[in-house]
DNA sequence: CGATATAAGACTAAAAACATCTTATATATC
DNA sequence: GATATATAAGATGTTTTTAGTCTTATATCG
Protein backbone atom coordinates (compact mmCIF):
# COMPACT_ATOMS: atom_id res chain seq x y z
CA UNK A 1 0.00 0.00 0.00
CA UNK A 2 1.56 3.56 -0.75
CA UNK A 3 -0.92 6.64 -0.25
CA UNK A 4 0.19 8.10 -3.74
CA UNK A 5 -0.33 12.30 -3.94
CA UNK A 6 -3.23 11.27 -6.31
CA UNK A 7 -5.23 9.94 -2.55
CA UNK A 8 -4.27 12.69 -0.91
CA UNK A 9 -5.46 14.86 -3.44
CA UNK A 10 -8.88 12.93 -3.49
CA UNK A 11 -9.05 13.19 -0.12
CA UNK A 12 -8.52 16.95 -0.48
CA UNK A 13 -11.25 17.39 -3.01
CA UNK A 14 -13.91 15.64 -1.19
CA UNK A 15 -13.08 17.13 1.61
CA UNK A 16 -13.44 20.49 0.18
CA UNK A 17 -16.35 19.36 -1.26
CA UNK A 18 -18.09 18.08 2.21
CA UNK A 19 -17.37 22.02 3.68
CA UNK A 20 -19.91 22.95 1.01
CA UNK A 21 -22.62 20.07 1.28
CA UNK A 22 -23.79 17.11 -0.35
CA UNK A 23 -25.50 18.45 -3.75
CA UNK A 24 -23.91 21.83 -4.07
CA UNK A 25 -22.35 22.26 -7.22
CA UNK A 26 -18.62 23.69 -7.06
CA UNK A 27 -16.21 24.27 -9.91
CA UNK A 28 -13.30 22.41 -10.56
CA UNK A 29 -10.72 25.35 -10.55
CA UNK A 30 -12.28 26.56 -6.88
CA UNK A 31 -11.14 22.71 -5.79
CA UNK A 32 -8.39 22.74 -7.59
CA UNK A 33 -7.26 26.49 -6.04
CA UNK A 34 -8.09 26.06 -2.94
CA UNK A 35 -7.05 22.67 -2.29
CA UNK A 36 -4.08 23.42 -3.97
CA UNK A 37 -3.88 20.74 -6.64
CA UNK A 38 -3.11 20.68 -10.17
CA UNK A 39 -6.38 21.51 -12.20
CA UNK A 40 -5.57 18.96 -14.91
CA UNK A 41 -4.26 16.22 -12.24
CA UNK A 42 -7.92 16.73 -10.35
CA UNK A 43 -9.90 16.08 -13.64
CA UNK A 44 -8.21 12.58 -13.60
CA UNK A 45 -9.21 12.01 -9.79
CA UNK A 46 -12.61 13.44 -10.23
CA UNK A 47 -13.43 11.15 -12.90
CA UNK A 48 -12.45 8.13 -10.64
CA UNK A 49 -14.47 9.53 -7.77
CA UNK A 50 -17.28 9.45 -10.22
CA UNK A 51 -16.80 5.74 -11.12
CA UNK A 52 -17.01 5.00 -7.30
CA UNK A 53 -20.61 6.89 -6.95
CA UNK A 54 -18.94 9.20 -4.49
CA UNK A 55 -19.38 12.86 -6.70
CA UNK A 56 -21.25 13.67 -9.79
CA UNK A 57 -19.58 15.96 -12.53
CA UNK A 58 -21.97 18.18 -14.61
CA UNK A 59 -19.95 19.53 -17.66
CA UNK A 60 -20.18 22.24 -19.55
CA UNK A 61 -19.92 26.39 -18.75
CA UNK A 62 -20.27 26.83 -14.81
CA UNK A 63 -20.26 23.00 -14.72
CA UNK A 64 -18.21 21.17 -11.46
CA UNK A 65 -18.60 18.82 -8.95
CA UNK A 66 -20.99 17.55 -6.55
CA UNK A 67 -21.55 15.45 -3.92
CA UNK A 68 -23.60 12.48 -4.28
CA UNK A 69 -23.71 11.23 -0.44
CA UNK A 70 -24.11 13.09 3.15
CA UNK A 71 -20.48 13.72 4.00
CA UNK A 72 -21.15 11.35 7.04
CA UNK A 73 -21.92 8.60 4.54
CA UNK A 74 -18.56 8.74 2.73
CA UNK A 75 -15.31 7.26 4.76
CA UNK A 76 -11.87 8.25 4.49
CA UNK A 77 -11.22 4.33 3.41
CA UNK A 78 -14.12 4.94 0.34
CA UNK A 79 -12.21 8.02 -0.78
CA UNK A 80 -8.64 6.28 -0.82
CA UNK A 81 -9.39 3.02 -2.33
CA UNK A 82 -11.69 4.66 -5.07
CA UNK A 83 -8.50 6.49 -6.09
CA UNK A 84 -5.54 3.49 -5.39
CA UNK A 85 -7.51 0.64 -5.26
CA UNK A 86 -8.13 -1.58 -2.24
CA UNK A 87 -5.55 -1.00 0.57
CA UNK A 88 -2.94 -4.32 0.64
CA UNK A 89 0.08 -3.20 2.81
CA UNK A 90 2.36 -6.31 0.63
CA UNK A 91 1.62 -7.79 -2.27
CA UNK A 92 0.42 -11.24 -0.45
CA UNK A 93 -2.77 -9.50 1.11
CA UNK A 94 -4.30 -8.78 -2.04
CA UNK A 95 -2.40 -11.38 -4.11
CA UNK A 96 -2.08 -14.48 -1.79
CA UNK A 97 -1.32 -16.55 -4.87
CA UNK A 98 1.85 -14.15 -5.55
CA UNK A 99 3.79 -16.12 -2.30
CA UNK A 100 3.59 -19.66 -2.84
CA UNK A 101 4.29 -19.86 0.91
CA UNK A 102 1.25 -17.74 1.84
CA UNK A 103 -0.81 -20.56 2.85
CA UNK A 104 2.04 -21.66 5.92
CA UNK A 105 3.68 -17.48 6.04
CA UNK A 106 3.15 -16.53 9.73
CA UNK A 107 4.37 -13.07 8.41
CA UNK A 108 1.47 -13.38 6.10
CA UNK A 109 -0.96 -13.34 8.83
CA UNK A 110 0.76 -10.32 10.64
CA UNK A 111 0.60 -8.44 7.72
CA UNK A 112 -3.79 -9.14 6.91
CA UNK A 113 -4.56 -8.32 10.56
CA UNK A 114 -2.27 -5.04 10.16
CA UNK A 115 -4.14 -4.46 6.93
CA UNK A 116 -7.83 -5.21 8.11
CA UNK A 117 -6.83 -3.04 11.15
CA UNK A 118 -5.56 -0.15 9.01
CA UNK A 119 -9.06 -0.37 7.00
CA UNK A 120 -10.90 -0.42 9.86
CA UNK A 121 -9.46 2.53 11.24
CA UNK A 122 -9.91 4.97 7.98
CA UNK A 123 -13.10 3.47 7.84
CA UNK A 124 -14.41 4.60 10.97
CA UNK A 125 -13.37 8.35 9.89
CA UNK A 126 -16.15 9.88 7.71
CA UNK A 127 -15.93 13.57 6.50
CA UNK A 128 -19.18 14.75 8.57
CA UNK A 129 -16.84 14.24 11.66
CA UNK A 130 -13.56 15.03 10.00
CA UNK A 131 -15.33 18.71 9.01
CA UNK A 132 -16.76 18.72 12.39
CA UNK A 133 -14.38 19.34 13.89
CA UNK A 134 -12.04 21.44 11.45
CA UNK A 135 -11.52 24.92 12.38
CA UNK A 136 -11.79 25.73 8.37
CA UNK A 137 -13.14 28.73 7.75
CA UNK A 138 -14.56 29.16 4.60
CA UNK A 139 -14.25 32.42 2.83
CA UNK A 140 -15.89 33.68 -0.49
CA UNK A 141 -13.91 32.16 -3.62
CA UNK A 142 -13.55 35.10 -6.15
CA UNK A 143 -15.46 33.47 -8.82
CA UNK A 144 -18.47 32.22 -6.40
CA UNK A 145 -18.58 35.35 -4.93
CA UNK A 146 -19.50 38.00 -7.97
CA UNK A 147 -16.80 39.19 -9.64
CA UNK A 148 -13.93 37.91 -11.91
CA UNK A 149 -11.37 40.52 -11.36
CA UNK A 150 -7.97 38.32 -9.95
CA UNK A 151 -7.48 38.92 -6.53
CA UNK A 152 -3.96 39.22 -5.35
CA UNK A 153 -2.41 36.93 -7.40
CA UNK A 154 -0.74 38.85 -10.59
CA UNK B 1 4.48 3.80 3.43
CA UNK B 2 4.83 0.80 1.32
CA UNK B 3 6.82 -2.51 1.78
CA UNK B 4 9.36 -2.92 -0.98
CA UNK B 5 10.61 -6.03 -2.46
CA UNK B 6 13.61 -4.87 -0.18
CA UNK B 7 11.43 -5.09 2.97
CA UNK B 8 9.87 -8.26 2.18
CA UNK B 9 13.16 -9.96 1.25
CA UNK B 10 15.04 -8.56 5.17
CA UNK B 11 12.06 -10.47 6.50
CA UNK B 12 12.96 -13.49 5.10
CA UNK B 13 16.37 -13.47 6.03
CA UNK B 14 15.82 -12.86 9.74
CA UNK B 15 13.46 -14.87 9.55
CA UNK B 16 15.76 -18.28 8.00
CA UNK B 17 18.39 -16.96 10.65
CA UNK B 18 16.29 -17.32 13.02
CA UNK B 19 15.08 -20.80 12.18
CA UNK B 20 18.95 -21.51 12.97
CA UNK B 21 18.36 -19.29 15.81
CA UNK B 22 21.14 -16.56 17.30
CA UNK B 23 24.80 -16.71 16.57
CA UNK B 24 24.88 -19.41 13.84
CA UNK B 25 26.53 -18.71 11.00
CA UNK B 26 24.85 -18.77 7.53
CA UNK B 27 26.49 -18.37 4.50
CA UNK B 28 24.59 -15.93 2.16
CA UNK B 29 24.10 -18.09 -0.69
CA UNK B 30 22.03 -20.19 1.58
CA UNK B 31 19.70 -17.73 2.40
CA UNK B 32 19.51 -16.45 -0.57
CA UNK B 33 18.73 -20.21 -2.48
CA UNK B 34 16.09 -20.79 0.33
CA UNK B 35 14.40 -17.66 0.60
CA UNK B 36 14.31 -17.13 -3.25
CA UNK B 37 16.24 -13.72 -3.28
CA UNK B 38 18.42 -12.82 -5.67
CA UNK B 39 22.16 -13.19 -4.04
CA UNK B 40 23.59 -10.12 -4.65
CA UNK B 41 20.51 -8.37 -3.72
CA UNK B 42 20.47 -9.82 -0.39
CA UNK B 43 23.75 -8.62 0.04
CA UNK B 44 22.75 -4.82 0.24
CA UNK B 45 19.85 -5.75 2.22
CA UNK B 46 21.96 -7.32 5.11
CA UNK B 47 24.17 -3.97 5.04
CA UNK B 48 21.55 -2.46 6.12
CA UNK B 49 20.36 -4.97 8.58
CA UNK B 50 23.50 -4.89 10.07
CA UNK B 51 23.92 -1.32 10.14
CA UNK B 52 21.03 -1.58 12.90
CA UNK B 53 22.83 -3.95 14.30
CA UNK B 54 20.22 -6.68 13.84
CA UNK B 55 23.09 -9.30 12.51
CA UNK B 56 26.70 -9.14 11.76
CA UNK B 57 28.46 -9.96 8.75
CA UNK B 58 31.54 -12.45 8.37
CA UNK B 59 33.76 -11.80 5.57
CA UNK B 60 35.89 -13.84 3.71
CA UNK B 61 35.80 -17.70 2.99
CA UNK B 62 33.12 -19.37 4.80
CA UNK B 63 31.86 -16.55 5.55
CA UNK B 64 27.69 -15.03 5.65
CA UNK B 65 25.50 -13.80 8.13
CA UNK B 66 24.63 -14.45 11.84
CA UNK B 67 21.88 -13.15 14.09
CA UNK B 68 22.98 -10.37 17.01
CA UNK B 69 19.74 -10.81 19.26
CA UNK B 70 17.77 -13.76 20.20
CA UNK B 71 14.68 -14.30 18.05
CA UNK B 72 12.43 -13.23 20.48
CA UNK B 73 14.37 -9.71 20.58
CA UNK B 74 13.51 -8.88 16.89
CA UNK B 75 10.24 -7.23 15.94
CA UNK B 76 8.87 -7.03 12.34
CA UNK B 77 8.82 -3.48 12.90
CA UNK B 78 12.64 -3.45 13.65
CA UNK B 79 13.80 -4.78 10.65
CA UNK B 80 11.15 -3.03 8.10
CA UNK B 81 12.13 0.09 9.48
CA UNK B 82 15.98 -0.68 8.96
CA UNK B 83 15.30 -1.40 5.38
CA UNK B 84 12.77 1.22 4.34
CA UNK B 85 13.22 3.73 7.13
CA UNK B 86 10.36 5.00 9.40
CA UNK B 87 7.01 3.72 8.59
CA UNK B 88 5.11 6.82 7.35
CA UNK B 89 1.43 5.98 5.67
CA UNK B 90 1.27 9.21 4.52
CA UNK B 91 4.30 12.06 3.70
CA UNK B 92 2.63 14.46 6.55
CA UNK B 93 2.96 11.82 9.12
CA UNK B 94 6.64 11.34 8.72
CA UNK B 95 7.68 15.22 8.02
CA UNK B 96 4.43 17.40 8.93
CA UNK B 97 6.13 20.40 7.58
CA UNK B 98 5.74 19.05 4.52
CA UNK B 99 1.89 19.67 4.21
CA UNK B 100 1.22 23.40 6.10
CA UNK B 101 -2.14 22.72 6.69
CA UNK B 102 -1.04 19.88 9.01
CA UNK B 103 -1.10 21.65 12.30
CA UNK B 104 -4.75 22.07 11.70
CA UNK B 105 -5.72 18.76 9.63
CA UNK B 106 -8.32 16.57 11.35
CA UNK B 107 -7.37 14.47 8.23
CA UNK B 108 -3.69 14.67 9.28
CA UNK B 109 -4.47 13.16 13.15
CA UNK B 110 -6.50 9.98 11.30
CA UNK B 111 -3.41 9.15 9.58
CA UNK B 112 -1.70 9.66 13.02
CA UNK B 113 -3.42 7.03 14.71
CA UNK B 114 -3.29 4.72 11.93
CA UNK B 115 0.30 4.74 11.58
CA UNK B 116 1.00 4.62 15.17
CA UNK B 117 -1.19 1.59 15.36
CA UNK B 118 0.26 -0.16 12.33
CA UNK B 119 3.92 0.61 13.91
CA UNK B 120 2.22 -1.11 16.91
CA UNK B 121 1.05 -4.26 15.36
CA UNK B 122 4.47 -4.85 14.01
CA UNK B 123 6.31 -4.29 16.76
CA UNK B 124 4.24 -7.49 18.69
CA UNK B 125 5.25 -9.21 16.47
CA UNK B 126 8.73 -11.13 17.10
CA UNK B 127 10.59 -13.89 15.11
CA UNK B 128 10.79 -16.51 17.91
CA UNK B 129 7.00 -16.37 18.20
CA UNK B 130 6.83 -16.26 14.11
CA UNK B 131 8.79 -19.49 14.42
CA UNK B 132 6.70 -21.13 16.81
CA UNK B 133 3.70 -21.75 14.53
CA UNK B 134 5.82 -21.68 11.21
CA UNK B 135 5.91 -25.26 9.69
CA UNK B 136 9.21 -24.74 7.84
CA UNK B 137 11.00 -28.22 8.37
CA UNK B 138 14.51 -27.48 7.97
CA UNK B 139 16.42 -29.68 5.53
CA UNK B 140 19.89 -30.00 5.42
CA UNK B 141 21.43 -27.32 2.90
CA UNK B 142 23.98 -29.19 0.51
CA UNK B 143 27.17 -26.71 0.97
CA UNK B 144 25.75 -27.42 5.16
CA UNK B 145 25.34 -30.75 4.82
CA UNK B 146 28.98 -31.68 3.95
CA UNK B 147 29.54 -32.11 0.20
CA UNK B 148 29.79 -29.65 -2.47
CA UNK B 149 28.36 -31.80 -5.61
CA UNK B 150 25.49 -29.61 -6.76
CA UNK B 151 22.22 -31.18 -6.10
CA UNK B 152 19.47 -31.36 -8.63
CA UNK B 153 20.59 -27.99 -10.37
CA UNK B 154 22.46 -28.61 -13.36
C1' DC C 1 49.52 -17.66 -1.65
C1' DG C 2 45.24 -18.89 -3.85
C1' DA C 3 40.49 -20.01 -3.52
C1' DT C 4 36.35 -18.39 -1.78
C1' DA C 5 33.17 -15.33 0.23
C1' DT C 6 31.40 -10.82 1.23
C1' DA C 7 31.86 -5.20 0.81
C1' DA C 8 30.78 -1.32 -1.44
C1' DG C 9 29.04 1.25 -4.65
C1' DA C 10 28.43 2.17 -9.70
C1' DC C 11 25.39 1.13 -13.14
C1' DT C 12 21.13 -0.30 -15.75
C1' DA C 13 16.42 -1.53 -16.77
C1' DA C 14 11.79 -1.37 -15.68
C1' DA C 15 7.97 0.38 -13.44
C1' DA C 16 5.34 3.64 -11.15
C1' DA C 17 4.18 8.23 -9.94
C1' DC C 18 3.20 12.74 -11.23
C1' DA C 19 1.80 15.93 -14.26
C1' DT C 20 0.58 18.15 -18.65
C1' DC C 21 -1.33 18.49 -23.22
C1' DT C 22 -4.54 17.68 -26.91
C1' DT C 23 -8.84 16.80 -28.97
C1' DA C 24 -13.60 16.08 -28.18
C1' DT C 25 -17.96 16.93 -26.02
C1' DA C 26 -21.43 19.05 -23.09
C1' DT C 27 -23.85 23.22 -21.33
C1' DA C 28 -25.13 28.06 -20.43
C1' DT C 29 -25.71 32.38 -22.28
C1' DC C 30 -26.36 35.61 -25.76
C1' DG D 1 -27.79 28.55 -33.37
C1' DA D 2 -23.18 30.58 -32.35
C1' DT D 3 -19.87 31.27 -28.97
C1' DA D 4 -17.54 30.96 -24.81
C1' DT D 5 -16.63 28.06 -21.08
C1' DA D 6 -16.05 23.93 -18.56
C1' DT D 7 -15.18 19.12 -18.19
C1' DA D 8 -14.09 14.14 -20.62
C1' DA D 9 -10.92 11.07 -22.04
C1' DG D 10 -6.83 9.50 -22.95
C1' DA D 11 -2.17 10.20 -25.12
C1' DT D 12 2.13 11.84 -23.91
C1' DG D 13 6.09 13.27 -21.32
C1' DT D 14 9.07 13.80 -17.18
C1' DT D 15 10.84 12.44 -12.96
C1' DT D 16 11.50 9.38 -9.22
C1' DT D 17 11.72 4.98 -7.23
C1' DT D 18 12.36 0.25 -7.36
C1' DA D 19 14.67 -3.83 -8.50
C1' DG D 20 18.38 -6.02 -9.85
C1' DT D 21 23.14 -6.69 -11.82
C1' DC D 22 28.00 -5.93 -12.35
C1' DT D 23 32.61 -4.65 -11.17
C1' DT D 24 36.40 -3.93 -8.26
C1' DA D 25 38.16 -4.33 -3.69
C1' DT D 26 38.85 -6.64 0.65
C1' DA D 27 38.74 -10.16 4.20
C1' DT D 28 39.43 -15.01 5.72
C1' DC D 29 40.43 -19.83 5.56
C1' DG D 30 43.42 -23.54 4.52
S1 LIG E 1 6.94 -14.93 2.64
FE1 LIG E 1 5.06 -14.64 3.80
S2 LIG E 1 4.97 -12.44 4.13
FE2 LIG E 1 6.48 -12.74 2.53
S3 LIG E 1 5.31 -12.56 0.62
FE3 LIG E 1 5.31 -14.74 1.12
S4 LIG E 1 3.44 -15.01 2.31
FE4 LIG E 1 3.80 -12.82 2.27
S1 LIG F 1 -4.04 18.01 3.96
FE1 LIG F 1 -3.93 17.01 5.95
S2 LIG F 1 -3.73 14.82 5.45
FE2 LIG F 1 -3.30 15.93 3.54
S3 LIG F 1 -1.06 16.17 3.58
FE3 LIG F 1 -1.89 18.03 4.52
S4 LIG F 1 -1.89 17.54 6.71
FE4 LIG F 1 -1.66 15.59 5.66
Redesign the interface.
Known amino acids: ?3 TRAG ?1 YG ?1 RCV ?1 HLARHGKGTLVSRKEIAVRTDVPPHFLAKIAQQLARAGIIEIQQGANGGYRLLRDPSEIT ?1 LAVIEAIIGEIS ?3 CVGRPESCHNSP ?4 HR ?1 WN ?2 NQ ?2 RA ?2 QE ?1 DFAT ?2 K ?4 CLTPFPETAGHNGPIGKK
Chains 1, 2 share one sequence.
Open positions: MRLEIQLLNDLCTVVKAQLTLALAEDPC
